[in-house]
């Protein structure tokens, strides 16, 4: 599967900003999706998964509460709506997908086996 992702761009604290991941085949719903995001001199850092269905979601302790992950399985589309966006969210976001994986290396950056090109999102303060 190849995966591109948008939306990314620069934001004011307390912004709000929607990544969209759009994928490629015909067996999009066959894989897990995901967010991955890397700050310049850090290491790459989980931020979002979502089931094959979409009826499971999870997330990074550091964004709970701010940011959804959904998907339109019809569209091939993983989406990840970034609400009350904080200057530490900075970063390079990609989007990332595996046909299997188990819970407890969905922060596991290996475990992901697809990744996207990346996405700048710069939050100001």
């Known amino acids: 599967v190849q995966l591109q992702a948008f939306g990314g761009g620069l934001v004011q604290a307390g912004g709000s900003l929607r990544l969209s991941c759009a994928a490629s085949?015909?067996?999009?719903?066959?894989?897990?999706m995901g967010w991955f995001r890397q700050a310049p001199g850090k290491e790459r850092e989980f931020v979002a998964a979502?089931?094959?269905?979409?009826?499971?979601?999870y997330y990074a302790d550091s964004v709970k509460g701010r940011f959804t992950i959904s998907r339109d399985n019809a569209k091939t589309t993983v989406y990840l709506q970034m609400n009350s966006l904080k200057p530490e969210d900075t970063a390079v976001y990609y989007c990332?997908?595996?046909?299997?994986?188990?819970?407890?290396?969905?922060?596991?950056?290996?475990?992901?086996?697809?990744w996207g090109q990346g996405t700048q999102v710069t939050v100001s303060s």
């Open positions: 979502i089931s094959k269905s979409g009826g499971l979601t």
């Open positions: 990332v997908a595996t046909y299997r994986i188990i819970y407890s290396n969905l922060g596991v950056p290996t475990s992901w086996h697809y």
């Open positions: 085949g015909r067996t999009f719903s066959s894989y897990r």
